[in-house]
């Protein structure tokens, strides 16, 4: 298989997933399987929804936390989340979970400083296994990732106001290659989470893995290490780590929820989640207006809408839902991530 096809490959593999999340919006839209404080009917409804961003600027957070001010939404942490799912606390108000993945330093540089002026609590998932590649200095993470991370110093500074909450995004946002070793030496090592997908776009996640003289077995392995993994221990191994490190940062901190990077997580993976000692399990769209058995609620597969569902909630200033799909087009976005 030649690089041209590999990246053939990569490129149509992120088609498949846009077309998933696409899908997902429509089914949404259409089918009214939005929660149900969604509805302008809607006066004391107890659900809570989530939204899920990475890191946003000013010019496209500032109006969704306008408008949630002005509509009187209040905010809430894991802890308050969890025991409103377990029935043992109701919201006097009209409430939101706002979560931010990834842990990128431009969430304390961009996104932070609006959260604190509209006094806005939510929680940021990290991944605690680049936090310490960039402490430790073994490899320079700019070689395999072209965003910034937050240091533990900046993650504690972010805890200690009281308004972030810090859980667990896995060691590290899946299978992405750090250490001294030669790059192609990672391939086909058991990924922690899902199906291969990094921080880099179809032309890096390729060639990142592609040395000069790769020998054709070596492009083998490549193609491996796209698709999923059942590794159980591996994935206990990341989930239990990511937990442990987290805490042993934050003293006293307990870390109680788990997001899957990129939104796509397995039964098997939600079940290792529960066996690590997480509370709860944070999907994607995909999970968004799903039925399950559990009751009072499944907390293993919460799904979790994009910050441009926001504009849907009722109050002043609501979109209407052709006005959200534009959004969602990308035409209110601006400086989304």
Known sequence: MTLQSLKIYATTTMTYEKLKD???????????????????????????????????????LRPLLEHLRTNGYQTVTSIEFNRQLKGEWIPQSRTVYL?????????LTKTFPLLREYSMKCTL??????????????????????KDFLSWEEIKQLHESSLVDIQSHGMWH???????KKRYEYVGKPTSLLD??????????????????TESRIIRYICRSF??????????????????RIE??????????????WWYGSPTAAACAEESGYDMVFRGLSHVGKKTKKA???TFHIGRLGFDWIYLLPGRGRLNRVNLIKAKRGELRNDAE
């Open 22 to 60: 696409i899908w997902h919006n429509v089914r949404i839209l259409l089918f009214n399987q939005l929660p149900a404080i969604f509805s302008t009917d809607c006066r004391d409804c107890a659900d809570i929804p989530v939204f899920a961003q990475h890191a946003p600027g000013p010019r496209y």
């Open 227 to 244: 698709y999923m993994s059942n590794d159980t221990a591996a994935l206990l191994r990341d989930m239990r780590t990511a937990k442990r």
């Open 196 to 213: 291969y997908r990094d921080l880099l776009p179809p032309d890096g996640r390729v060639e990142q893995l592609v040395e000069k003289q």
């Open 125 to 146: 998932f990290v991944c605690p296994g680049i936090i310490d590649i960039i402490r430790n200095g073994k490899e320079s993470l700019s070689r395999f990732v072209s």
């Open 174 to 180: 899946n299978q992405i290659p750090y250490g001294v």
């Open 248 to 261: 042993e940062e934050l003293n006293g901190h307990r870390v109680t929820a788990f997001a899957f990077p």
């Open 296 to 298: 009072p609620a499944d």
């Open 99 to 107: 979560t931010f993945d990834d842990g990128l330093r431009a969430f």
